[in-house]
């Protein structure tokens, strides 16, 4: 059994900052890419940013230089530091992970269940 728990949603008002983050915890051998999606009511679900085991980070055009993605040294968190909030930041956020969860057998993603960030004018 594999969980992501994701905490750090909320309301707040353009301007403002928001911490989300993703714990990954069970049967895990390792985890490679960890990232952030977001869904805004009627749009599709959209990559936010994503970060390698590694340590590459990849962020969509529109949160460059406002968001900033981390893993912690046991690569088992991902925290997504949201500053400069807007509006159109509203959306359901969500954890995707891409685990492997025993020695010789394929990763596979996994998600978590969201948390509501919203970003009054």
């Known amino acids: 059994q594999v969980q992501l728990v994701e905490s750090g949603g909320g309301l707040v008002q353009a301007g403002g900052s928001l911490r989300l983050s993703c714990v990954a915890s069970g049967t895990i051998f390792s985890i490679r890419a960890m990232g952030w999606y977001r869904q805004a009511p009627g749009k599709q679900r959209e990559l936010v940013a994503e970060?390698?085991?590694?340590?590459?980070?990849n962020y969509a055009d529109s949160v460059k230089g406002r968001f900033t993605l981390s893993r912690d040294n046991a690569k088992t968190t991902a925290s997504l530091q949201m500053n400069s909030l807007k509006p159109e930041d509203t959306a359901v956020y969500y954890c995707?992970?891409?685990?492997?969860?025993?020695?010789?057998?394929?990763?596979?993603?996994?998600w978590g269940q969201g948390t509501q960030v919203t970003v009054s004018s």
């Open positions: 970060i390698t085991s590694g340590g590459i980070t």
């Open positions: 995707k992970a891409d685990i492997q969860r025993r020695i010789g057998v394929r990763a596979h993603d996994y």
